[in-house]
């Protein structure tokens, strides 16, 4: 086997770093948004099931307790597993929201109900580098006796922190 010639070598060191220099920014780009994905699909789960117990409950009723954040401690730049029994509140079990595999959010589902009509506001945390700054996401509903549910788009405070 032949050694590279110091041209052949600095060569091969230019192709690999125009290559990276190419391919690593989507990649980082991609990483981010697959981690963006645990809040939107989150929020996503725990406002459609929200707004379908609003539809078939008087507005006195219509969401389901508040519950505080879950888990208490934001992950900070890791990914965690809970212990069991971390989403066993009762309105996790009614919004049918549990996180089993590893995540980097934290939830929380803030409810407000009265006769002439219910709020609830659902709420992801994050702090995916580590740095203590977290990303928000966080999204609404509203019921009134004699209207259907409605939810609120979704606000974004610090998408990537």
Partial sequence: MRSLTPVEAALAFAIGGSVLAV??????????????TEPLAGLERISARAAALAD??????????????????VPRGELVVDPPGTWAHPTWRLLD?????PHAFSFEFVSNNSAQGSTYTATA????DGDGVQSTFQVSGVTRP?????????EVMREVE
Avoid: K, M, W
């Fill in 56 to 73: 078939a409950a008087p507005a006195l009723q219509a969401y389901p307790p508040s519950v505080a954040l879950t888990p208490a401690q």
């Fill in 125 to 128: 945390h994050g702090d995916l």
């Fill in 97 to 101: 929201f549990s996180l089993e595999a």
């Fill in 146 to 154: 004699g209207n259907s549910p409605e939810t609120s788009p979704l």
């Fill in 23 to 36: 391919f690593l920014p989507p990649f980082i780009r991609n990483l981010h948004a697959s981690r963006l």
